[in-house]
């Protein structure tokens, strides 16, 4: 190793390692210089590791002494300007290591010190020869091919790629092109590549939100849109993003579920008339990878991604977009646990850009927010064209007889929606074939060895499955503890009533949409393709809760609710309303009326009286009064501490010692709950305890973290137990 000049300087690099510290190092001997925000390897103990450049201090006093840096890994700043400075804000704010914060920034091959990738976009377009050639070329895929560039050239790889009719292009092209008939060309991403079809008519409601959105373009401007299910908000969305496309800036679209994203990107794709790039979990990594640099590069002019979609660099912002902003899929539960749409206002305003955020069903915190006049609040309280909101039936099924969870009555009204030509939805949140494997001899039931859980059934009654730490075993041919031969299978799952629904209506396709059967890339969207618009029944978890519109779904049936009545999680209520309007939401979109049937074992339960009433903003209402009562957020401002550990003993120590660090700094200003057992005590081997912190106000509450924080991870105990802070947790599992 070279000697390294000490007068060289000191480079403060972030390493995504548990450590709440930066690590100093000398530059690179050879090489170019490192700039904040680039990537450098370092050696990091017996290993190397990938970091980021975060300061050069001018006077860094004595750093004793220091490794250098092996390679500076980026010529240009990966981490500049906003996007850094919002980083920095996060790890703040959740209270994690900066490096682990931008090292989930990034996708896995940059994360990893991969280059950054080509991301020029090629397209085709004929010849001179292929322009003649058209009339005298044999039936097939290359004429097809040419057919469609001489319509519309020079068409974009991305844009063929995704058109399910032009399967087999790659092939037919390079045919083409060994003629002499095409060629590749380098495609301007910002230039329209297809003809804009115009959407429906604006009505009132509509027009008067896109005026105020773009009212304040140029500048930091949240607002709520709120506006009930097919008010047509997406339009709203659209006309925005056009706007901001004229304008020459990029758009940034967060959507909570990857299910969400192929309807949306044809709607986008089809108006706007250019590439509409994405990201998401169901891309490879050098897909993800690609979509980063496009939009570090200004490339990528309107993305449409889920949660991670967030870390976006975003040089030439004009518009960000969060739909379905109530959605619980935007909360991140482990690692670093942030909340995208959260995270999203923080990057608006660093941005100075407007940020809408949508939904049928807010959250209580953004409904809070409107009403405080923090946010621009908008509603739309009409359904966009002649659709009528659908009419609500409540079924009760005590001392009825069910079939794997429908009553008669309810089947009686599938039947009726079928025979009139309709399609149906059969929403049961709960997949599997039943929740429950039970001895009916002695009361033997499946649990998970590894958790305080029960084992759900699935293939039919074959198999068992944990749901939490992904456990499985065959079903047993005898009751292990009698011997018996009556196992049973309790409840029903998503498999149970899909085979049900066969027996029951033979003649009619029955289609099952759950976690189970949408693990492959765009399952989801061949499912619904598949299913078309003819009769049928679809049955579905909350995945076909939201965002999708099935215009000749004509009912809509929710079988099993009750467990969401009854829940010690004070946000139970505000989720299971969410989910029924959601669900609800889907039936009677277009022309034809909706129907929506609700089982349930309690008829008379105040939450569905509210709703049946009022709607979802008479809830809120009454929610939110009951929250301010009880100082639940969001009168209120929640961190939970989390400990877990093979032996119980050492996560409660640990919590233990970590509330006398918190009771200490807070000075009263905090309210402490605990250790307490988690809800479910033992998951996957471990025993799980919890503490959780209150405070009225935001301000004192991160202060008393600052300042117990650094205690916290010097305490004997830390390095006994797995831990974590959660800041603003949504689910207190």
Known sequence: MSPVDPAAGVLLVALPVPLPRLFSYFPAVDGPAAAVGARVRVPFGPRELVGVVTAIPDAPGDPGPLKPVHAVLDSTPLFAGELLASLRWLARYTHAPLGEVLATALPGPLRHGEPLPDTVQRGWQLTEAGRTAIDAMRPGRPRQLAERLAADAPLPEARLHDDPEATGWRAAARTLASRGLAEQVIVDPARPHSIVRPGPRLNEGQQAA??????????????????????????VYLHAIADCLSRGRQALVLVPEIGLTPQLLARFRERLGITVHVLHSGLSDGERARTWAACLRGEARVVVGTRSAVFLPLPEAGLLVVDEEHDGSYKQLDGIRYHARDFALVRAQALGVPVVLGS??????????????????????????????????????????????????????????????GQVLVFRNRRGYAPVLLCHDCGW?????????????????????????????????????????????????????????????????????????????????????????????????????KGHDLPNLTLVAVVGIDEGLFSADFRAPEKLAQLLIQVAGRAG??????????????????????LLAGGYGAFATIELEQREAAGFPPYAHLALLRAEAKQVEHADGFLQAARRCLEQAADGSLELSGPLPAPMPRRAGYQRSQLLLSSAGRRELHAALDAALPEIHALPDARRVRWSLDVDPVDLY
């Open 210 to 235: 896109v005026d105020a959105v773009l009212a304040g373009a140029g500048a930091f401007h949240p607002v709520l849109l709120d506006g009930v299910t097919g008010s047509g908000k997406t339009e």
């Open 360 to 421: 049928a069903t807010p959250s209580l915190e953004s409904l809070r927010n409107a009403q405080a006049g923090r946010y621009g609040w908008l509603r739309l309280r009409q359904r966009a064209g002649n659709a009528q909101p659908p009419a609500v039936r409540v079924i009760d099924v005590r001392k009825r007889p069910l079939l794997a969870g429908m009553s008669p009555e309810l089947l009686d009204t599938i039947d009726r929606a079928l025979e009139a030509d």
């Open 445 to 545: 039931s499946a649990q998970c060895q590894r958790c305080d859980a029960a084992m759900t059934v699935h293939g039919g009654g074959r198999r068992l499955q944990c749901h939490h730490c992904g456990a499985r075993r065959p079903v047993p041919n005898a009751c292990p503890d009698c011997g018996g031969l009556a196992l049973q299978s309790q409840g029903a799952g998503t498999e149970r009533i899909e085979e049900a629904l066969r027996e029951r209506f033979p003649e009619v396709p029955v289609m099952r949409i759950d976690r189970g059967t949408t693990q492959r890339r765009d399952a989801l969207e061949r499912h619904l393709s598949e299913f078309g618009s003819a009769r049928g029944i679809l049955v579905g978890t909350q995945m076909l809760a």
């Open 589 to 610: 979109r277009a022309d034809r009326p909706g129907v929506v049937a609700l089982q349930t074992h309690h008829p008379g339960h105040p939450l569905l009286a509210t």
